[in-house]
């Protein structure tokens, strides 16, 4: 409390005893007194309050990624989102659905996902459900899971340990991590993990979806992972170094209910990155990918080195997000043979006006027939346009229309419209 407000409380107290003292008549002065001296403590009471705030509630976990967006622009209503995570018996939770309706201008089949129908003009699917839970058991050590629920054919579901980790930080140069991650092939896949809410667009690029989805990446793994920040100064540098086992397994696109195995060895993947204080909200960064693959054509006993390098140039700021990378798929025989090097990139630019975002991304993806990737991609690249529109900050629409050029094959046309939440 304050000198001057001290002083006029005993005053007004010293007052009232006075007038007491003088007349048994002066009673109603006194009351008023006494009111006026629990008016000026509400008062008083108020002040301090403003004066020293009470103690802001410890920052909740949120989700975990080893190179997560940069700050500001497009990204601040979803960081804000996630930092609100739920809390029960210790855990923290945060969960992703959505809604979706996909329809194409041609009925060939073509890769069926989320519970899209392939040969379908158009249906309705839920796409995948997402829970995400964090939990500390130390100060320094948690525990870090990602569970999705996702539709497959004929309405039918499927669980899916997404991520399972163990993670330890020893201090901001060196985090450790074990058990099941999204590897660090590519910017998009650490800063979007599941949940179709996270991002802006409908989808996510081909080069980058999931393998599970169609990706041409590992994207998944089990295995160690190292992440942390680099002495600096105004470069921000930060590192990412993997050694784990992959598996990768994915469907056609073709759509004809054919898989492609690669059956991976362990891998390495190490990446740097750089945040320059002069530019808040770049990321400048790239990435080695190396490990040994079988070509299912010819049979287990031949075996591919498979390198996968990788850049990205990524803007989040001024409610702008620019993203760009590109990659080298390298496979080459280990006893001699042919080499393929297969290009792939994509570009995205959204810009938010108050509650929408339109956006436009372009990618491109060129693989060889005689690749482990077989003839279901070849050639595909063209543009996609779209919206998305933050009903609430937990809520969002998102509308999308796509154009795809195949090598070999008609093109085709398709629009996706999204319902996304959190909860």
């Not at 975990?64 to 209503?77: K, L, N, R, V, Y």
């Not at 005689?370 to 529109?389: E, M």
């Not at 809520?395 to 154009?403: E, G, N, V, Y």
């Amino acid at each position: 409390m304050s000198c001057p407000i001290r002083i006029g409380v005993a005053l007004l107290f010293f007052s009232g005893i006075v007038f007491a003292q003088r007349s048994s008549s002066d009673q109603e002065t006194i009351r008023l007194l006494v009111q006026q001296v629990k008016e000026l403590q509400g008062k008083v009471a108020a002040l301090e309050a403003k004066q020293n705030p009470p103690a802001a509630p410890a920052q909740e976990a949120k989700p975990e990624t080893s190179s997560p967006p940069a700050e500001g622009g497009a990204s601040d209503a979803h960081e804000s989102l996630l930092q609100q995570m739920h809390e029960t018996r210790g855990i923290q939770w945060r969960g992703f659905g959505e809604m979706n309706y996909k329809v194409l201008n041609q009925r060939q089949p073509e890769l069926g996902t989320f519970g899209f129908v392939p040969g379908s003009a158009g249906n309705f699917y839920t796409g995948d459900f997402d829970l995400f839970l964090t939990s500390n058991i130390t100060e320094r050590a948690s525990v870090l899971s990602e569970v999705v629920i996702g539709e497959g054919d004929a309405q039918s579901f499927d669980v899916d340990l997404e991520r399972l980790l163990f993670k330890y930080d020893f201090n901001d140069h060196f985090q450790l991590s074990l058990g099941r991650y999204h590897t660090g092939v590519g910017y998009y896949n650490l800063a979007f993990h599941s949940g179709k809410w996270l991002q802006t667009a409908a989808d996510r690029p081909l080069i980058m979806e999931f393998a599970n989805d169609g990706g041409l990446l590992p994207t998944q793994a089990v295995g160690v992972s190292l992440t942390g920040s680099i002495s600096s100064g105004a470069l921000g540098l930060g590192y990412v170094a993997e050694y784990g086992s992959s598996d990768t397994i994915r469907p056609n696109l073709s759509g004809n209910g054919g898989f492609s195995d690669e059956n991976n060895g362990n891998h390495f993947n190490v990446g740097l990155f750089s945040r320059p204080r002069a530019v808040l909200g770049l990321e400048i960064g790239g990435s080695i990918y190396h490990d040994r693959i079988s070509n299912f054509a010819l049979g287990p006993t031949v075996r591919l080195g498979q390198t996968i390098a990788n850049a990205h140039v990524v803007y989040n700021g001024h409610s702008i997000e620019f993203l760009n990378e590109g990659f080298l798929l390298r496979n080459a025989y280990e006893h001699g043979g042919p080499v393929y090097n297969m290009p792939a990139f994509y570009s995205q630019l959204a810009k938010r006006f108050g509650k929408a975002r339109p956006y436009v991304r372009y990618q491109y993806v060129n693989t060889n027939p005689n690749s482990i990737y077989g003839g279901d991609i070849l050639l595909r690249h063209g543009p996609s346009f779209g919206a998305r529109y933050d009903v609430t900050e937990a809520i969002a629409f998102k509308t999308q229309l796509d154009h795809t050029i195949r090598k070999g094959q008609a093109d085709l046309n398709g629009l996706q419209m999204q319902l996304a939440f959190a909860f």
